[in-house]
């Protein structure tokens, strides 16, 4: 079983930055995959980056491109996620995930566990 628990959301404007975490816990962290993923009210879930268990491959959603950047931490068991330029679109709750692979995939039901969610809202 792997725990997961995000923090760092909050209410920002729109421009700010905002950087979302992730604490895992209960599986080896090198040989896991992790992804970040978001759903705004009355929307699907819907991706938005992923990261290799070494690091070594990150992927983005295009709304994420340009604009945000996942990282992990090994040693610390942590995955981040940067978010800058934000905009009024991305307001939603954000949801750290993760694989049981240490392979990156952009699809939410390769992801075996999840966390409870951190809400981004971003004002005009």
């Known amino acids: 079983q792997v725990r997961l628990v995000e923090s760092g959301g909050g209410l920002v404007q729109a421009g700010d930055s905002l950087r979302l975490a992730c604490a895992a816990s209960?599986?080896?962290?090198?040989?896991?995959?992790m992804g970040w993923f978001r759903q705004a009210p009355g929307k699907e879930r819907e991706f938005v980056a992923t990261?290799?268990?070494?690091?070594?491959?990150?992927a983005y959603a295009d709304s994420a491109k340009g604009r945000f950047t996942i990282s992990r931490d090994n040693a610390k068991n942590t995955v981040d996620l940067e978010m800058n330029s934000l905009k009024r679109e991305d307001t939603a709750v954000y949801y750290c995930?993760?694989?049981?692979?240490?392979?990156?995939?952009?699809?939410?039901?390769?992801?075996?566990?999840w966390g409870q969610g951190t809400q981004v809202t971003v004002s005009s």
């Open positions: 209960g599986r080896t962290f090198s040989s896991t995959a």
């Open positions: 995930a993760a694989r049981e692979s240490s392979i990156s995939n952009t699809w939410s039901r390769e992801y075996a566990y």
């Open positions: 990261i290799s268990g070494s690091g070594g491959s990150t």
